[in-house]
């Protein structure tokens, strides 16, 4: 099993309706939970972070953690066709290494259609 | 601007060359990241730095080396590259809490094509 496994898309979504994005986790230890957007040929950018159960709003987008699921998404309301691109979910870990690992998802590609 | 910077932001490179990648922040940030983003393979770890002084390993780190000198660099160098690392390549950082709630911000990029 992936450590961390995301819808596998893509997903497209006419203007103005809810994306749904989801991520699985494999390690119950994980710690704080992030969702990047990434444009074409740009680099990730950090959007939402979670750490507690529960959902976390940022304007339109709210982050939701499940951490006995082991299951975290992101909803974005009100889409927009600026919204179109990859959504990399992000794990991270400190567990008995030296470092804390972030471990990404494959991402999932989101069209927003006009 | 406050942020990571790269260096260059792209190159051609002929396999068995030298070649070193630049990685600037000024954030302040303790810890600095080397990922490598392939298609269908995500983003890989390749070496990271929690601290000024302090080098580790990632998953992928062969073929690749580091150093921290002081806090805000972090060069990436390819002893001999090899088709097979080309890449796109991004630096990040974070402040590296120990608590583990530390977000990452990554470095614009460099899209490297060895041949």
């Known amino acids: 099993q992936k450590e961390v496994e995301q819808n596998s898309g893509p997903l497209s979504v006419p203007e103005g309706a809810i994306a749904s994005l989801n991520c699985t986790y494999s390690d119950r230890g994980s710690q704080s939970f992030f969702w990047y957007r990434q444009y074409s040929g740009k680099s990730p950018e950090l959007i939402m972070s979670i750490y507690s159960n529960g959902d976390k709003e940022d304007g339109r987008f709210t982050a939701q953690l499940n951490k006995a699921s082991q299951y975290v998404s992101l909803l974005i309301r009100d889409s927009q066709p600026s919204d179109s691109a990859t959504y990399l979910c992000?794990?991270?870990?400190?567990?008995?290494?030296?470092?804390?690992?972030?471990?990404f998802g494959q991402g999932t590609i989101l069209t927003v259609h006009p | 601007i406050a942020g990571i910077t790269q260096a260059p932001t792209s190159q051609i490179l002929a396999a068995g060359r030298r070649m070193t990648l630049r990685c600037t922040q000024d954030?302040?940030?303790?810890?600095m990241y080397w990922y490598r983003q392939d298609l269908g393979l995500g983003l890989r770890l390749i070496h990271y730095?929690?601290?000024?002084?302090?080098?580790g390993k990632g998953e992928v780190p062969d073929g690749y080396s580091v150093s921290r000198a002081n806090t805000d660099d972090f060069p990436l160098t390819l002893a001999s590259a090899v088709p097979s690392q080309t890449s796109v390549y991004f630096c990040?950082?974070?402040?590296?809490?120990?608590?583990?709630?530390?977000?990452?911000?990554f470095g614009p990029g460099t899209r490297l094509t060895v041949l």
């Open positions: 730095s929690n601290t000024a002084g302090t080098t």
């Open positions: 954030m302040r940030h303790n810890a």
């Open positions: 990040a950082s974070s402040e590296n809490h120990p608590t583990g709630n530390n977000e990452q911000f």
């Open positions: 992000a794990i991270f870990f400190m567990g008995g290494t030296s470092y804390g690992k972030l471990t």
